[in-house]
């Protein structure tokens, strides 16, 4: 009986001192999200978890989506692997070991360009030969606890440590993490540690009190650039210039610095390429929760001397772009501040908030005109009322607003324009009234006929559905048949990264690209084509083409899910 008692206390204890990191009780729907992974690259890769599960069909502890996965727990007789490479495949891997519920264990998986090597307890357990680096993601966040759809259940237990590097740790390496995680100590560093949340020791969920809480402090800016996924620039803008001079730009963040009230918030501010607007780079601004949040702090940004500004002006506007809009209302709003000529602060008032998602001109008109000679000294942000909120700026523009009197923008009236001149459509008339008709050839044959009145030509559109693409068109006029829409068509979107890239769309004749008819309709002169397009021999979409003749124009509308 004693000894009974003094066993289950042992092993309760033994828990209790790896308590920490993040829990996952079986009741509870928690997960954990960590976002802008840094890229491992393509020369190596380490996974390295230590995690405790309380049950043997729990799915995964940590997953990145289009990378890799580990442990994923699925029946009491082992545990599974996930890696899926640059190419799309995917050499997961699946070991027979017993699961020793309610003990921490050590997972760790390796991969070079030349081989896969799967650890457990410091043990090296498999080996495989062939390409062992995930692929990267960017736009794909580390997930902990959280099995994203891909097991019927989430992981149950703790997570104490994760650590991914851009290399693969040597078997004697793995071996001496394992002894000092079951010694409870801390494990070296290394240049090729790029992800380090090793929570044995702390609650993750605990924000650390800083040494200067409470005490405004100023932190100088430099140029260096973090972001972790760029995007082009937006075509729209490819060789155009802002018709009124930027003061600032945000090119140059050097002698640039920034100030607030340390515990409040954790402000940061650099240069990005990730969302580009008119330059080369656009300011990021990052704010998270600090120690003892105070929605109402203020961060302040200012440049290493103020700027003068040239011109008399009336408005100041800054083009801004925010990341998301939810739950709960972001409250993040900014202002500028600037000296008159005569030393006196003005404020330009709040410049717009987080509403519309995306890049917009927030633009101010002032009460009165300033005075060339007056200096730009700052922008101060407040309202922090989420975990975290990040926004780009650019171009902030001090100008004077034009007075010259309002051209005549009154828009001319349909009968004005002389088009549309029939309500069902804006389509141009015939030159003449036609009679339209639809008529089945034969199997998967269909002709539009329109003919005139009273010239009687005749203008003909044959369907002969057999690419999926527009090309199965073709007209007759005069004697002369042709494709007016050669090539057109659905293009396949497989990125599912926004904006998404023109490289990255399939176009509608690709061999990629396999269509097949499902099924058609004719309802009152109105023939409807259901389709079935197979996309790289793994992808598959419905889709209808709708044609209509009016006049002498066909009318096409195509629909995919």
């Known amino acids: 009986m004693n000894k009974k008692l003094t066993f289950s206390l042992t092993l309760l204890i033994s828990s209790m001192l790896f308590a920490t990191g993040w829990d996952f009780p079986r009741q509870d729907k928690k997960r954990v999200k960590l976002d802008e992974i840094p890229n491992w690259g393509k020369d190596g890769f380490t996974a390295e978890i230590w995690c405790r599960p309380d049950e043997a069909d729990c799915g995964y502890a940590v997953v990145m989506r289009g990378a890799f996965g580990l442990p994923k727990l699925s029946g009491e007789e082992g545990y599974g692997a996930y890696l899926k490479r640059a190419d799309g495949t995917e050499p997961s891997g699946y070991f027979n070991l017993p699961l020793e519920l309610g003990k921490f264990h050590h997972y760790v998986l390796t991969g070079t360009p030349e081989q896969i090597c799967h650890y457990r307890d410091g043990k090296l357990l498999q080996t495989k030969k062939g390409n062992g680096i995930p692929n990267y993601v960017p736009a794909s966040p580390l997930f902990i606890g959280y099995s994203i759809g891909w097991h019927h259940k989430d992981f149950v237990g703790n997570v104490a440590l994760i650590r991914i590097y851009n290399r693969p740790l040597t078997p004697a390496e793995v071996a001496s993490h394992h002894e000092l995680l079951q010694a409870q100590k801390p494990l070296p560093s290394y240049p090729a540690l790029l992800l380090d949340e090793d929570h044995r020791f702390n609650d993750p969920n605990e924000k650390p009190k800083p040494a200067s809480f409470g005490q405004r402090i100023t932190v100088p800016l430099d140029n260096v650039v973090k972001d972790i996924r760029h995007y082009r620039r937006s075509r729209h803008f490819d060789g155009r210039h802002e018709r009124k001079k930027p003061l600032v730009d945000f090119e140059n963040l050097e002698g640039w610095k920034m100030s607030y009230v340390s515990g409040e918030v954790i402000p940061s501010f650099r240069r990005s390429k990730t969302f580009p607007l008119w330059g080369e780079y656009v300011l990021c601004a990052e704010f998270k929760e600090g120690y003892a949040p105070n929605p109402d702090t203020q961060v302040v940004l200012e440049p290493p001397a103020p700027i003068r500004i040239t011109n008399d002006f009336d408005a100041v506007a800054i083009w801004r772009f925010a990341t998301s809009y939810g739950m709960p209302r972001p409250a993040l709003r900014f202002s500028v501040q600037w000296r008159d000529t005569t030393g006196k602060l003005h404020d330009s008032g709040k410049l717009g908030g987080m509403l519309e998602v995306g890049w917009g001109l927030k633009m101010v008109p002032l009460k009165e005109t300033m005075k060339a000679g007056s200096e730009f000294v700052s922008i101060t942000f407040t309202g922090f009322n989420e975990p975290k909120r990040l926004l780009y700026l650019d171009n902030l523009i001090f100008y004077e607003r034009s007075k010259a009197p309002l051209t005549d923008a009154r828009i001319p009236t349909y009968e004005e324009l002389g088009l549309p001149n029939r309500p069902e459509t804006i389509l141009p008339t015939a030159a003449e009234p036609t009679n339209v008709t639809l008529e089945t050839i034969a199997p998967n044959h269909w002709q539009f006929t329109a003919v005139g009145t009273p010239s009687g030509k005749k203008l003909c559109y044959d369907i002969r559905p057999a690419t999926g693409t527009l090309s199965d ?89």
Request: hydrophobic share 40%; net charge positive; glycine share 6%.
């Open 473 to 561: 068109i073709q007209t007759t006029w005069n004697g002369q048949t042709f494709t007016p829409m050669q090539g057109g068509g659905f293009h396949w979107a497989m990125d599912t990264a926004f904006p998404v890239k023109p490289e990255a769309l399939i176009p509608p004749a690709s061999p990629r690209v396999k269509a097949t008819l499902a099924n058609s309709s004719i309802t009152d002169n109105t023939l409807t084509l259901n389709w079935n397009y197979l996309i790289d021999n793994t992808v598959n979409r419905k889709a209808k083409w709708i044609l209509s003749l009016k006049g002498n124009t066909l009318i096409i509308d195509l629909a995919s899910d």
